[in-house]
């Protein structure tokens, strides 16, 4: 079943009998089948899994309010799945973000006390600080100065959103991270914000640091890093 938002694209990609489910986020501008190969890896670990694709030309929109309205939307939407699988016995559930992607899943983990593990490619710890420095996101960040807001006040505005804030809800989680030292679009040092907050709280997170820039980064542990695989075994 393919469900199409102005917001986002979502595509099912079931198996038999399910007993176990998986929420899969994209990243941003890449199709939701793109990820037909890991899909397929899931698939024959069990999963049944759900994914969401962000649309490409959404991304020049990308502000606070524009990312809590989506976090919603889709905080709905895997509220009804979750319903439904109950409904047919399955108990076992996990999330799986990729780049921004990561930013939705966490918020969903932190909603959904049934979702135990979690695997991100690449995270923001401060969405705020990656708009003021990111320069494909200039356009929100100089509307934002047009109307006297700062970078701060952004953070605080919309904290369902912000990795960091209410961190304190991933408590009992299994959370496994791959990052890039030398990521030219996700700063290793944004990601690391969530990082020690993480640990600060005693969070159960594992963190894998690799190389490369984002997109062939984050494709070459989808495609062949086997870490992931056995953390969601």
Avoid at 2 to 16: A, D
Avoid at 24 to 37: D, I, Q, R
Avoid at 209 to 229: E, Q, S
Wanted: with cysteine.
């Amino acid at each position: 079943m393919k469900q199409y938002t102005p917001y986002f694209v979502s595509k099912n990609y079931p198996v038999p009998n399910p007993k176990r489910v998986i929420f899969f986020f994209t990243g941003y501008g890449t199709k939701v089948w793109f990820y037909n190969h890991t899909y397929k890896i899931l698939n024959a670990m069990g999963y049944s899994v759900y994914s969401y694709g962000f649309p490409g030309r959404e991304l020049t929109k990308i502000d606070g309010s524009y990312l809590n309205e989506l976090r919603i939307i889709i905080q709905k939407d895997v509220s009804a799945t979750l319903k439904a699988c109950k409904q047919v016995g399955i108990e076992e559930y996990a999330s799986f973000g990729v780049s921004m992607g990561s930013v939705y899943s966490i918020g969903i983990v932190k909603a959904f006390p049934e979702i135990k593990r979690m695997v991100m490619i690449t995270a923001y710890g401060n969405c705020a600080r990656q708009v003021w420095e990111q320069p494909k996101l200039k356009k929100s960040k100089k509307n934002y100065l047009k109307n006297g807001i700062s970078m701060e006040e952004v953070y605080n505005s919309y904290p369902d959103i912000e990795p960091n804030v209410g961190i304190e809800k991933l408590q009992g989680k299994d959370m496994l991270l791959f990052c890039s030292r030398n990521d030219k679009l996700i700063d290793i040092e944004n990601t690391y914000e969530f990082v020690n907050r993480a640990h600060e709280a005693g969070l159960k997170l594992d963190v894998k640091i690799g190389h490369g820039n984002h997109i062939p980064f984050c494709y070459k542990v989808l495609k062949d890093d086997k870490r992931w695989r056995e953390f969601l075994k």
